[in-house]
């Protein structure tokens, strides 16, 4: 079946350091790929999203790249902030679109000033 | 906007008690999800509804948890009766199918059984 793995965490940086979050995806067809994120203390909120192969979801300085040739959706953002600190979670929704998500086990990112 | 709402925020109660928690998904959304997050087992999906209607209920735990979504608006979960094991936080999401499926999370109910 479908599924999701994330590097494991904790990732720990230092404030403006270049951060990268690994995701890669087993599917069929054409999965639609999100990364959410999960400030302590809250639910997940949608970071970025992507619906087909090659497009790039972007917010807040954060960006991924759907790559359908690597089956990946890897995070990036060039300079984290201490505000950046939260869990990550990276989903797929299956192409059969029945409206469920298929989460990846979540990293954790601590960033220090 | 009020997004989803949930209730309550926390709940504590002791082994053996009849725990419900309850959600009101956005407005116009036909999709209902109850997950629930714990350190050890991170994030479950427990149950789903479209249109109100349970699709998949492979994530329940066992008998002691059900769910019911009587109406587009209002959806309950329910723990009878609780376990000390069943402490997590419990989250509920909506969604409309076909918006590529981006669920919107609540803030969660943190249930804790002594």
């Known amino acids: 079946g479908d599924s999701v793995t994330q590097m494991e965490g904790p990732v720990t940086l230092s404030e403006e350091a270049f951060l990268t979050i690994n995701c890669t995806y087993t599917?069929?067809?054409?999965?639609?790929l999100f990364w959410y994120v999960q400030y302590p203390g809250e639910g997940l909120q949608l970071l970025l999203k992507?619906?087909?192969?090659?497009d790039k979801g972007s917010n807040k300085g954060f960006e991924a790249t759907y790559r359908k040739e690597t089956t990946s959706f890897h995070l990036e953002k060039g300079s984290v902030q201490v505000s950046d600190s939260a869990v990550y979670f990276c989903?797929?929704?299956?192409?059969?679109?029945?409206?469920?998500?298929?989460f990846g086990q979540g990293t954790t990112l601590q960033v220090k000033p | 906007d009020a997004g989803v709402i949930q209730s309550p925020r926390h709940e504590v109660t002791e082994m053996g008690q009849e725990v419900t928690l309850r959600c009101k998904p956005i407005s116009g959304h036909n999709s209902l999800f109850w997950y629930r997050q714990t350190m050890m087992r991170g994030l479950e999906l427990l149950i789903y509804?479209?249109?109100?209607?349970?699709?998949?209920d492979s994530g329940m735990p066992e008998d002691r948890f059900s769910a019911k979504m009587p109406n587009a608006s209002f959806s309950t979960l329910k723990i009878q009766p609780s376990e000390p094991r069943d402490s997590a936080v419990y989250f509920c999401?909506?969604?409309?199918?076909?918006?590529?499926?981006?669920?919107?999370f609540g803030p969660g109910t943190r249930l804790t059984v002594l």
């Open positions: 509804f479209n249109n109100n209607v349970p699709i998949d």
């Open positions: 989903a797929l929704s299956p192409a059969s679109n029945t409206g469920k998500l298929i």
């Open positions: 599917a069929t067809g054409y999965p639609s």
């Open positions: 999401a909506s969604t409309t199918t076909g918006l590529y499926n981006e669920q919107f």
């Open positions: 992507a619906t087909k192969a090659d």
